[in-house]
Protein backbone atom coordinates (compact mmCIF):
# COMPACT_ATOMS: atom_id res chain seq x y z
CA UNK A 1 0.00 0.00 0.00
CA UNK A 2 1.11 3.75 -0.94
CA UNK A 3 2.20 5.09 2.28
CA UNK A 4 2.16 9.20 2.98
CA UNK A 5 5.75 9.21 2.72
CA UNK A 6 6.12 7.62 -1.02
CA UNK A 7 3.21 10.35 -1.99
CA UNK A 8 5.29 13.37 -0.55
CA UNK A 9 8.67 11.54 -1.97
CA UNK A 10 6.63 11.34 -5.42
CA UNK A 11 5.66 14.59 -5.02
CA UNK A 12 9.20 16.00 -4.37
CA UNK A 13 10.18 14.94 -7.60
CA UNK A 14 7.74 16.27 -9.60
CA UNK A 15 9.78 19.45 -10.13
CA UNK A 16 12.93 20.71 -8.75
CA UNK A 17 12.01 23.98 -7.09
CA UNK A 18 9.09 24.42 -5.12
CA UNK A 19 7.72 28.10 -5.81
CA UNK A 20 6.83 29.37 -2.12
CA UNK A 21 4.38 32.05 -2.10
CA UNK A 22 2.80 34.51 -0.18
CA UNK A 23 -0.68 35.54 -1.41
CA UNK A 24 -1.85 39.00 -0.55
CA UNK A 25 -5.12 38.45 -2.72
CA UNK A 26 -6.70 35.31 -3.60
CA UNK A 27 -7.96 36.44 -7.07
CA UNK A 28 -4.50 36.31 -8.64
CA UNK A 29 -3.72 32.60 -7.43
CA UNK A 30 -5.45 30.78 -10.22
CA UNK A 31 -3.48 33.11 -12.91
CA UNK A 32 0.09 32.39 -10.35
CA UNK A 33 -0.59 29.10 -11.03
CA UNK A 34 -1.33 28.90 -14.47
CA UNK A 35 1.57 30.74 -14.90
CA UNK A 36 3.64 28.63 -12.86
CA UNK A 37 2.30 25.09 -13.94
CA UNK A 38 2.64 26.73 -17.67
CA UNK A 39 5.94 26.74 -16.92
CA UNK A 40 6.66 23.10 -15.52
CA UNK A 41 6.68 23.80 -11.84
CA UNK A 42 3.62 22.11 -10.54
CA UNK A 43 4.22 22.13 -7.07
CA UNK A 44 3.22 25.21 -5.36
CA UNK A 45 3.60 26.16 -1.57
CA UNK A 46 1.11 28.64 -0.31
CA UNK A 47 2.10 30.20 3.07
CA UNK A 48 -0.22 30.42 5.66
CA UNK A 49 0.62 34.30 6.54
CA UNK A 50 -2.09 36.28 5.21
CA UNK A 51 -5.84 35.99 6.07
CA UNK A 52 -5.92 35.15 2.22
CA UNK A 53 -3.91 32.18 2.50
CA UNK A 54 -6.48 29.22 2.39
CA UNK A 55 -9.04 30.66 -0.18
CA UNK A 56 -6.02 30.36 -2.47
CA UNK A 57 -5.56 27.52 -1.96
CA UNK A 58 -9.11 26.85 -2.05
CA UNK A 59 -9.46 28.72 -5.38
CA UNK A 60 -5.92 26.66 -7.10
CA UNK A 61 -7.68 23.45 -5.98
CA UNK A 62 -10.53 23.68 -7.31
CA UNK A 63 -9.65 25.54 -10.68
CA UNK A 64 -6.22 24.18 -11.45
CA UNK A 65 -6.50 20.15 -10.26
CA UNK A 66 -3.00 19.56 -11.64
CA UNK A 67 -1.70 21.59 -9.34
CA UNK A 68 -0.03 20.54 -6.44
CA UNK A 69 -0.49 22.84 -3.55
CA UNK A 70 1.09 22.71 -0.36
CA UNK A 71 0.43 24.75 2.64
CA UNK A 72 2.73 26.23 3.87
CA UNK A 73 4.04 28.00 7.70
CA UNK A 74 1.29 25.72 9.61
CA UNK A 75 1.93 26.60 12.98
CA UNK A 76 -0.57 25.18 15.10
CA UNK A 77 -2.31 22.14 15.46
CA UNK A 78 -6.08 23.59 14.53
CA UNK A 79 -4.73 24.74 11.05
CA UNK A 80 -4.19 20.91 9.89
CA UNK A 81 -8.02 20.68 9.21
CA UNK A 82 -8.37 23.96 7.97
CA UNK A 83 -5.84 22.77 5.52
CA UNK A 84 -6.67 19.75 4.29
CA UNK A 85 -10.38 21.32 4.33
CA UNK A 86 -9.17 23.66 1.68
CA UNK A 87 -8.03 21.25 -0.81
CA UNK A 88 -4.05 21.24 0.47
CA UNK A 89 -2.53 17.90 -1.06
CA UNK A 90 0.79 18.58 1.73
CA UNK A 91 1.44 20.29 4.69
CA UNK A 92 4.87 21.80 5.09
CA UNK A 93 6.32 23.67 8.71
CA UNK A 94 8.94 25.89 8.97
CA UNK A 95 10.30 24.21 12.30
CA UNK A 96 8.12 21.57 13.98
CA UNK A 97 7.73 21.60 17.85
CA UNK A 98 7.72 17.63 18.96
CA UNK A 99 4.04 18.40 20.15
CA UNK A 100 2.96 19.98 16.96
CA UNK A 101 5.18 16.72 14.86
CA UNK A 102 2.64 14.49 16.61
CA UNK A 103 -0.46 15.90 15.49
CA UNK A 104 0.89 16.07 12.30
CA UNK A 105 1.63 12.56 12.32
CA UNK A 106 -2.00 11.97 11.97
CA UNK A 107 -3.06 14.47 9.39
CA UNK A 108 -4.88 13.07 6.49
CA UNK A 109 -2.35 13.99 3.97
CA UNK A 110 1.62 14.14 3.87
CA UNK A 111 3.00 16.24 5.79
CA UNK A 112 7.23 17.96 5.28
CA UNK A 113 8.52 19.43 8.69
CA UNK A 114 10.92 21.70 8.78
CA UNK A 115 14.01 21.14 10.78
CA UNK A 116 17.30 23.09 10.49
CA UNK A 117 19.26 20.65 12.98
CA UNK A 118 20.66 17.58 13.34
CA UNK A 119 19.11 16.58 16.31
CA UNK A 120 15.75 17.74 14.76
CA UNK A 121 15.96 15.75 12.08
CA UNK A 122 16.35 12.47 13.92
CA UNK A 123 13.60 13.38 16.61
CA UNK A 124 11.33 13.89 13.17
CA UNK A 125 12.36 10.28 11.78
CA UNK A 126 11.88 9.07 14.71
CA UNK A 127 8.74 10.24 14.73
CA UNK A 128 8.20 8.35 10.85
CA UNK A 129 8.85 11.62 9.03
CA UNK A 130 11.24 10.76 6.18
CA UNK A 131 10.97 14.01 3.63
CA UNK A 132 11.72 17.18 5.72
CA UNK A 133 12.11 21.06 5.04
CA UNK A 134 15.62 21.97 5.49
CA UNK A 135 14.73 25.73 6.62
CA UNK A 136 16.22 28.31 6.80
CA UNK A 137 18.94 26.53 4.48
CA UNK A 138 21.61 29.08 3.48
CA UNK A 139 21.67 30.39 7.03
CA UNK A 140 21.47 26.76 8.74
CA UNK A 141 24.67 25.44 6.85
CA UNK A 142 23.63 25.31 2.88
CA UNK A 143 24.82 22.60 0.91
CA UNK A 144 27.59 21.94 3.20
CA UNK A 145 25.05 20.94 6.12
CA UNK A 146 23.08 18.59 4.06
CA UNK A 147 26.05 16.26 2.26
CA UNK A 148 26.97 16.40 5.89
CA UNK A 149 24.62 13.98 6.71
CA UNK A 150 24.35 11.84 4.20
CA UNK A 151 26.19 9.25 5.65
CA UNK A 152 24.44 9.57 9.46
CA UNK A 153 20.94 9.89 8.12
CA UNK A 154 20.91 8.12 4.51
CA UNK A 155 16.84 7.47 4.87
CA UNK A 156 16.23 10.78 4.67
CA UNK A 157 15.78 13.43 2.18
CA UNK A 158 15.56 17.14 2.41
CA UNK A 159 14.10 20.34 0.34
CA UNK A 160 15.89 22.96 1.55
CA UNK A 161 14.40 26.31 1.72
CA UNK A 162 15.69 29.96 2.76
CA UNK A 163 18.11 32.25 1.31
CA UNK A 164 18.20 29.79 -2.06
CA UNK A 165 18.12 31.39 -5.66
CA UNK A 166 18.56 30.56 -9.48
CA UNK A 167 22.26 30.79 -8.66
CA UNK A 168 22.74 28.28 -5.83
CA UNK A 169 19.97 25.82 -6.63
CA UNK A 170 22.22 23.72 -8.39
CA UNK A 171 24.69 23.34 -5.33
CA UNK A 172 21.77 21.73 -3.59
CA UNK A 173 19.88 19.82 -6.49
CA UNK A 174 23.66 18.03 -7.07
CA UNK A 175 23.18 16.54 -3.58
CA UNK A 176 21.93 12.79 -3.77
CA UNK A 177 19.68 13.37 -0.75
CA UNK A 178 18.13 16.81 -2.17
CA UNK A 179 15.18 15.82 -4.59
CA UNK A 180 13.94 19.62 -5.15
CA UNK A 181 14.44 22.97 -3.46
CA UNK A 182 12.23 25.92 -2.34
CA UNK A 183 12.16 29.73 -2.91
CA UNK A 184 10.37 32.53 -3.04
CA UNK A 185 12.51 34.14 -6.64
CA UNK A 186 9.92 32.65 -8.48
CA UNK A 187 7.04 34.72 -7.27
CA UNK A 188 8.49 37.62 -6.38
CA UNK A 189 5.58 39.81 -4.14
CA UNK A 190 5.75 43.07 -6.56
CA UNK A 191 4.97 40.66 -9.72
CA UNK A 192 2.15 39.42 -7.82
CA UNK A 193 0.80 43.06 -7.02
CA UNK A 194 1.40 44.18 -10.25
CA UNK A 195 -0.46 40.94 -11.97
CA UNK A 196 2.67 40.58 -13.93
CA UNK A 197 2.49 36.65 -14.54
CA UNK A 198 4.43 37.19 -18.18
CA UNK A 199 7.43 37.78 -15.69
CA UNK A 200 6.51 34.92 -13.05
CA UNK A 201 6.34 32.78 -16.27
CA UNK A 202 9.53 33.42 -17.30
CA UNK A 203 11.60 33.15 -13.67
CA UNK A 204 9.29 29.78 -13.56
CA UNK A 205 10.81 28.41 -16.67
CA UNK A 206 14.30 28.74 -15.72
CA UNK A 207 14.00 27.56 -12.53
CA UNK A 208 12.01 24.74 -14.25
CA UNK A 209 15.02 23.90 -16.77
CA UNK A 210 17.07 23.30 -13.29
CA UNK A 211 17.56 19.09 -13.44
CA UNK A 212 18.60 16.70 -10.75
CA UNK A 213 21.70 15.14 -11.48
CA UNK A 214 21.01 11.55 -12.40
O1 LIG B 1 9.58 32.82 3.74
C1 LIG B 1 10.55 32.22 3.50
C2 LIG B 1 10.63 31.18 2.51
O2 LIG B 1 10.34 29.99 3.07
C3 LIG B 1 11.95 31.21 1.85
O3 LIG B 1 12.20 32.48 1.43
P1 LIG B 1 13.40 32.84 0.45
O4 LIG B 1 13.38 31.88 -0.71
O5 LIG B 1 13.06 34.25 0.02
O6 LIG B 1 14.64 32.79 1.25
C1 LIG C 1 9.58 28.16 5.49
C2 LIG C 1 8.42 27.49 5.01
O1 LIG C 1 8.43 26.84 4.00
C3 LIG C 1 7.22 27.60 5.78
O2 LIG C 1 6.99 28.68 6.34
O3 LIG C 1 6.48 26.64 5.89
Request: with cysteine.
Amino acid sequence: MKTKTDTLRAYARLAPVIPVVTIDDARASIDLAHALLGAGLSVIEITLRTPQALDAISAIAKAVPDAVIAAGTVLHESQIREVVDAGAKFIVTPGTPVRLAEHLREAAIPVMPGCATVSEAMTLASLGFEVLKFFPAAASGGAAWLKSVQGPLPKLSFCPTGGIDLASAPSYLSLANVPCVGGTWIAPQEALKNGDFARIGRLAAEASALRKAA
